[in-house]
DNA sequence: GGCGAGAGTGTAAACGATTACATTGTTTGT
DNA sequence: ACAAACAATGTAATCGTTTACACTCTCGCC
């Protein structure tokens, strides 16, 4: 391996020097600058970054632990956050946490191991008792999930609007038999839950079920289904995310229910499928790459100014109205 | 932070002690471990990463460069891949090259810079003629993608066998007008074109088209399109990956194509949204989970091992009939 | 002509671990 | 009883950088 004594050695400079020509700080004759960057491109040499991080207590990688890559909600926010990473020459390190405290803690160590300047999160719920802790080891953002901390930047969704605006949607639409499906894992799913029951009330109506259960396709399939063969058929099923919605959507199907005109769907997030299949869904879509990206600036801001007073970005989703939701 | 020495300090011992404590790797008395470990957790120590990998001149970490991290597909093997490494201790850098041959140089370089054990990989096309270089440098298992080289371990899908089966397949099922949608960007798209134009053989049929595209849901739309709107319409559409298939879905809902009387469509991989639409997709389903895996395993012996011959591992993969494919 | 400022460079000490080598006891075999 | 082997530990070099400090010139200025 070549290393920067190498290059000092060919240029005939000390290793200093080299290190100075590299990082571009401090005066240095033209004439060896010259020499230094000839000698670095003549041996093809590159900086060792475990080297540089070590000794520089720092490094040019960012973190983002995030509950579940196979969701295209975060493999897009994952996208986002390269992107914008990568223009401030950061790489990204990305892990998954499978909504499990365990892998959660895991990795939030690793990611302090590897040094990395500072961690994107979405966090499970367990998560807030120990979050204290990490938060003082290094920067921090979280996106999509509300930590009980006021000492953190976050990137959220204005769920509780985004959920009323759905919904109000569907009683706009003449849908009055309304049930939720909302993901127990995560914040989000209360938050979604209070707009849906927020618009339920200023149409003077209760909902005909409301249940918080785990974001996998199979639960959203076994409720829905339940909720179908009840007597009190809901005339509309709305969830609180994507999984949540393949779900009801497979038991709509298999229970041969025309949707919209005997149940309406509405859910969250924009996915490939949800404009394919029949009718398309009607969803509030959120700005993924704009959350990436934000969450990625004020990382960034928190890692040049450390002490900087914690910022809240609460962003809007946009109602996507496609056939699932037909007028009544 | 807490080092070595503070530890060593501690426990009264030397930083070599404590060193070989966590290493287990030589004797210490009973008494003398009971010490450090003791003052490991007092203080909370937990080594550092970087300084172990810079003396150690290696690290447990692999690299994953991928194409595309929203393909399904790669998200899956990144899932398997994770797994694997993290029963071996090792964490997993996970990155996409968008099928862009300048990221995958960018990314190729930070793995090594960044001093990973080894890299899993799958390359672009373009990317052969610089393949030795890279290879010389760190362990490497190239997965889903031919490289023109002996010299490498690869996981491949038995594309051929696998294409050829999924047009017997529509063949035996009465389907004689076939077209073909295959990306161009890998050389899986090639060999996948190969199978399907082997199997017509055997019919003693020519296929109505065979297109090479960009791997993108707008390209299999569009190229869609104009198959259907051609005077020759083809009876059956194969596409070689899940976004072509999206695209083609797609097409055939615009133009109110019935599937499968009129028009009937199979594709590659299994996806949440395959199964949702109407009728579901027929699909060759890739072994994600194996790939993964063994790519993963090949890699470690290889890290053990670093002049042992290369393998190629070809896995087969299972076809899914479902209502797309249906009897003519 | 002497002095301060700054340009331009080198020397060597970090960063936090691992490990070759040295050292000191304690067994063990003959 | 003595050499050899080994257990148990410490000392210090090392990995490849960055950077504080020191040094030497060369100016410009009084």
């Given at each position: 391996?070549?290393?920067?004594?190498?290059?000092?050695?060919?240029?005939?400079?000390?290793?200093?020097?080299?290190?100075?020509?590299?990082?571009?700080n401090?005066?240095?004759?033209?004439?060896?600058?010259?020499?230094?960057?000839?000698?670095?491109?003549?041996?093809?040499?590159?900086?060792?970054?475990?080297a540089r991080s070590l000794r520089a207590q720092k490094s040019a990688k960012i973190g983002l632990v995030v509950s579940d890559i196979r969701n295209p909600f975060f493999t897009a926010i994952g996208r986002a956050v390269e992107d914008a990473a990568y223009e401030q020459g950061y790489s990204v390190l990305m892990c998954n946490t499978d909504e499990n405290p365990e892998k959660e803690e895991l990795y939030l160590n690793l990611m302090h191991d590897?040094?990395?300047?500072?961690?994107?999160?979405?966090?499970?719920?367990?998560?807030?008792?120990s979050f204290n802790a990490y938060n003082a080891k290094m920067p921090f953002v979280v996106i999509d999930r509300v930590v009980n901390s006021k000492e953190i930047d976050m990137v959220l969704l204005d769920n509780v609007s985004a959920a009323y605006e759905l919904t109000t949607h569907l009683l706009e639409n003449g849908y009055r038999k309304l049930a939720g499906l909302f993901g127990d894992a995560s914040t989000t799913g209360q938050e979604r839950s209070r707009g849906f029951h927020k618009a339920l009330k200023d149409y003077q109506l209760n909902p005909v079920a409301a249940h918080f259960i785990s974001p996998r396709i199979k639960q959203g399939y076994d409720t829905t289904i339940a909720l179908l063969e009840n007597s009190n058929r809901p005339d509309a099923i709305f969830t609180s995310n994507s999984l949540l919605t393949a779900g009801a959507f497979q038991a709509l199907r298999d229970k041969k229910i025309s949707v919209p005109s005997e149940v309406a769907l509405v859910g969250f997030d924009e996915t490939t499928w949800g404009e394919l299949v029949d009718p398309p869904i009607t969803v509030m879509s959120q700005p993924t790459e704009e959350i990436g990206r934000t969450a990625t600036e004020l990382l960034f801001q928190r890692i040049q100014e450390p002490s900087r007073s914690t910022k809240t970005v609460i962003l809007k989703g946009t109602l996507i109205v496609k056939g699932s939701s037909g007028k009544k």
């Open positions: 391996m070549t290393s920067i004594k190498d290059v000092a050695k060919a240029a005939g400079v000390s290793t200093a020097t080299v290190s100075r020509v590299l990082a571009n401090a005066p240095i004759k033209a004439e060896t600058r010259e020499r230094v960057l000839e000698a670095i491109s003549q041996l093809n040499y590159r900086p060792n970054l475990i590897e040094n990395v300047a500072g961690v994107i999160f979405s966090p499970t719920q367990q998560f807030s008792a």
